[in-house]
Structure formats: C-alpha cells, structure tokens
C-alpha cells in the first residue's frame, strides 16, 4: 500500500538516499510491483521514461554531492 501511495519514482529517490548504488533497474521492479508485473514486462516507452527520469535524478544528485 504505501509503495503504490508514494510511487515508484518517490520510492527510488528514497532508497538512493541510503544507497547511491542502486540502478534504474530497481525503479523498473518498484514500477513493476506497483503494477504486479515482472519489470521485465514493461513496456519499452515506460522503461526509456523511467530510464530517462532517474538518469536526470542521478546527474543531479552527484552535482549537489560533488
């Protein structure tokens, strides 16, 4: 209940504040969960926007770290 009330994204950027480590592929199974499919099946459009949003979130973060 509380991944699907806070999102995919929001969860993600909560996760990388403990863990800078983590990829766009943990986004990808946090929106897969959310929609109870396999990351694996999500569509391609979704994945590149996914893909897009948290390479943005990461270029930023490391310009406010560095």
Known sequence: ???RKIG???AWLRLRK???ALT???LYSLQGAIEG???ATLP????QELETWATE???E???YSG
């Open 57 to 59: 979130q990461m270029r």
């Open 44 to 47: 391609t459009q979704q994945r």
């Open 37 to 39: 499919v396999h990351a």
């Open 8 to 10: 995919a994204k929001e």
């Open 61 to 63: 973060s490391e310009s």
């Open 18 to 20: 403990i863990n800078k």
């Open 1 to 3: 209940l509380m991944l």
């Open 24 to 26: 766009v592929n943990i």
